[in-house]
C-alpha cells in the first residue's frame, strides 16, 4: 500500500482542508516512520529533506527548523508536533511533495491503530489517531524530467536579437534569492542569445516553469511553460521600450512629512531573479525625493519604497499619466 504524489500542487481538496482545519489537539509526541522511493524505479530515496508546518492557508513551504533527511534505504522518522499538520519531502531531482497529517476523518473508527504500511491514497492524508508509532507510510517521489527548449528572440520588425538575457526557472515564491537548492528546486539558468536570436535552457517537467527574456532598452517578457511537452522551441518578441523621466517623493501616510534615506525600487523581480536591466534602486534625500529615475512604458509599472520602521509598498503606476517634471509621491505606513 502506497502513498503516490504525482506533484506538489496536486492535493486533494479533502485531505487539504482537514489539514488546514485541524488545529486543536495542543502538544503531542508521536512518531512517523516514512520511507521515500523512486516513484518510476521502486528505488529508496536517500537525502530527502523532511520538513515540517503548521495546518494553515498558504503554509506551502516548511518553516525554518532543522529538517530530518531520509537515509541510504530512503527512510526518515519524524516526531510530530501537532495532531493537524503537514509534511514536505524535498529533493533535487524529484517534484516536491507534501503529506498531511489530520487528527482524524470525521468517520468513527474502531479497532486499533493501523502498524503497518499506512494505504493513504487516493485522499492524499493520514489520520494521526490511527497512526502507531511503529507504522510506516511508503511515499513514491515523482522524479522531474528535463527537456531543452530552443528559445528564439526577435525585434518587433522579426530581426533577431543577440546578447537577450533568457532567464529559466521553476519560480515558486522562494521565502529568499538563492535558496532554490534548498528547497528541492533546480538552478536558475540565465543564457545570452547568439547572433541568430537562439538560446537553449533546460525546463522540468513536474515543476511549474518560467521564462523572461529582457534587454536593456526593451519590454521584459515573461511566459509561462504550462505545456510541458509541447514546448519544444520558443518564440518571442521584444519590442523597444519608451521611457519618461520623473523623481519620486516618498511620505509618511498619517502625517504627509517626508521620509528621508528610504529605498526606492523599480524592476525589482522575485523568485531568485536578478533586477530587471530597465530597472533601478536608489535612496531618497532629506525632502524624500529621488533623483531623477527613468520609468519604462512597462506592462505593470510598479515601484517598491522601504525603510525601516515602515511597511513595504508596492504602487502601480500609469505611464500614460506620469508628467515629466511633476513628482510622483508614494504614502507608506509606518509599522
Sequence with gaps: MRFRRDGFWSDSLYGLLCALLATSGGCVSKSIHLRAVDGVTGAPVADAAVHQHGARWFAFF???EPAVTTDAQGEAAVVLNARGTNLVLLRPGYVPTQLAIVPQSGAPRGGTPTTDLINVSPSNYVEFERLAS???????LTPTVARTVRVCVRSESALPLQG???IAHTGLFLPKD???AQWGLPPIQIVATSADGYAEVTVYGGLRNYLYARS?????????LDEFAANTQVDLTLPNVEFKSAVIRLVDAA??????NATVQCGKMFDGVARDPNGWSVRTDA?????????????NLSVTASRQGYRSSRKLIAWRLIRE???????????
Design 287 to 299: 525632502s524624500g525625493c529621488t533623483l531623477t529615475v527613468r520609468l519604462p512604458d512597462a506592462h
Design 216 to 224: 536593456v532598452g526593451r519590454d521584459c517578457e515573461r511566459i509561462s
Design 325 to 335: 517634471g511633476h513628482p510622483i509621491e508614494i504614502s507608506i505606513d509606518r509599522e
Design 62 to 64: 516548511p518553516e525554518t
Design 178 to 180: 538563492g535558496t532554490e
Design 134 to 140: 511503529n507504522a510506516l507510510v511508503e511515499i513514491e
Design 164 to 166: 537577450v538575457e533568457v
Design 255 to 260: 502625517t504627509g512629512t517626508p521620509i528621508a
